[in-house]
């Protein structure tokens, strides 16, 4: 990934990636994107028929009567733009997909859907797939670090924002567009780039995704017509930075990242709710599991984070699954009462209202510790007068690739076999996993295609 030390930010973003082909990534970066593909499509055939995605069908896809391009897990068909805009919902809906770190979103949800609507049809082969998959990651990762904090903390759904100009990267690598396009799409994803963490817990947040996939696949077509923006649009004076950073980004942190695939330190979720509420829920079953901790018993429960987390997660008396996913008392207590924290039945209004889960909620305090990471916390319970505590980090990459294959697998398998049934669910989760040698990904979408037919 050559970088010019000369050039603008934007510039040095697009350097860092267009060049990028299938053949120069290492082993564990083709693996690691291997693993998104697969659990992108786990989770949007899972969550394909959810209330959100049935409402995105009726209002838009349903009046374009187009036959352009796949909805996975669906019968109906739609334009490039709006298929991108619908699978990358239905890919958010459940709120399972993998995130970032570094992007401090959701990467794989609002790039994949873009590139799968722009490659049906078109005899796009896996590896093409595959290396602008891993462009859009990398240079939506790349723009996070750049930023900072700063962009999330004001109140910007990174996901939405971030994964706009990742799903325009990814777009503009498959299509090949020379450098002034590039930065021209880059441009256009800038300026249409929007999300708000207000709407957390709300189907809105779903709909940031599928926006930025459908936003993203805009940008490279129109780039590629001939369509102008601003080609300096992160470091321009109220460009990107500016407006929605509110400082200037730092070219520093590029040339730190040099010659790394940060697509590699892709997170996973294992529990179906909000990743910063993974560290609690974590260090609530080790406190079962170790402590041999009745529920019953629990006088008090304390729930220390990062103070980052109370504008993100901290929902206190969640009535609904999907504001379940966002509270992190709820989420401490089903872990505590040994429910399966991975169970998309978990979360639904019955559980949410459960006495028992009421009770256990609403003795818990949320506490917050400047010296924790977002992705560490604590928990703590106090049983007559008897104080016990676990931690737990959920911010580190798997170190073992074949142990997190095998964990993903089970996910995917638990999500999609009720849906496809297991013989089918096989058949998709083994062409996920060698994406890279198929002649063309229209194979791929066809096995996801069988979800609608059964």
């Not at 209330?51 to 069908?57: A, E, K, M, R, W």
């Amino acid at each position: 990934m050559n970088q010019d030390a000369g050039a603008g930010m934007t510039a040095r973003l697009v350097e860092a990636v267009r060049d990028l082909r299938y053949e120069d990534l290492p082993d564990e970066a083709r693996e690691a994107a291997r693993h998104c593909v697969l659990d992108w499509l786990g989770v949007t055939i899972a969550g394909a028929h959810e209330p959100l995605v049935d409402i995105l069908v009726d209002a838009v896809v349903r009046p374009e009567r187009s036959e352009d391009a796949a909805l996975v897990g669906r019968r109906e068909r739609a334009t490039r733009p709006t298929a991108a805009l619908v699978n990358g919902a239905a890919g958010h809906a459940l709120d399972y997909d993998d995130t970032h770190m570094w992007m401090t979103g959701h990467p794989t949800a609002p790039v994949l859907p873009a590139i799968l609507a722009l490659a049906e049809g078109s005899a796009v082969s896996g590896k093409a797939l595959l290396a602008a998959l891993v462009a859009g990651i990398e240079l939506e990762c790349r723009l996070g670090a750049v930023l900072g904090g700063g962009h999330y903390d004001i109140g910007f759904h990174a996901t939405a924002t971030l994964g706009t100009f990742g799903a325009a990267a990814a777009c503009a690598h498959l299509l090949g567009l020379e450098k002034g396009a590039w930065q021209h799409a880059m441009g256009l994803a800038g300026t249409q780039a929007a999300g708000l963490k207000s709407a957390f817990g709300t189907m809105a947040k779903p709909l940031h995704a599928g926006r930025a996939a459908e936003s993203g696949l805009l940008s490279a077509l129109l780039a590629r017509g001939g369509f102008t923006s601003a080609a300096d649009i992160v470091e321009a004076k109220q460009g990107f930075a500016a407006t929605h950073a509110g400082a200037a980004p730092d070219l520093r942190v590029l040339d730190g990242l040099a010659g790394r695939f940060l697509i590699r330190d892709t997170l996973f979720k294992y529990h179906a709710a909000c990743y910063l509420t993974h560290a609690p829920i974590e260090s609530a079953r080790r406190l079962r599991a170790r402590h041999a901790v009745d529920p019953r018993a629990v006088d008090a429960v304390e729930v220390t984070v990062a103070p980052a987390l109370l504008g993100v997660c901290n929902i206190a008396e969640p009535k609904t699954g999907l504001e379940g996913k966002f509270s992190l008392r709820a989420t401490t207590a089903l872990a505590l009462l040994g429910e399966d924290t991975g169970a998309l039945g978990t979360y639904c209004e019955a559980k949410m209202t459960d006495p028992r889960l009421v009770r256990l909620r609403d003795s818990a305090r949320v506490v917050t510790d400047t010296g924790l990471a977002p992705t560490r916390a604590r928990v703590a319970v106090t049983i007559g007068g008897r104080r016990l505590e676990e931690e737990a980090d959920s911010g580190r990459p798997a170190s073992d690739l074949f142990e997190q294959r095998s964990r993903l697998r089970a996910k995917f398998a638990a999500l999609v076999i009720p849906v496809l049934g297991a013989e089918a669910a096989a058949d998709l989760a083994e062409a996920a996993l060698s994406i890279d040698r198929l002649v063309s990904v229209d194979s791929l979408l066809r096995r996801a295609g069988r979800s609608a037919a059964a």
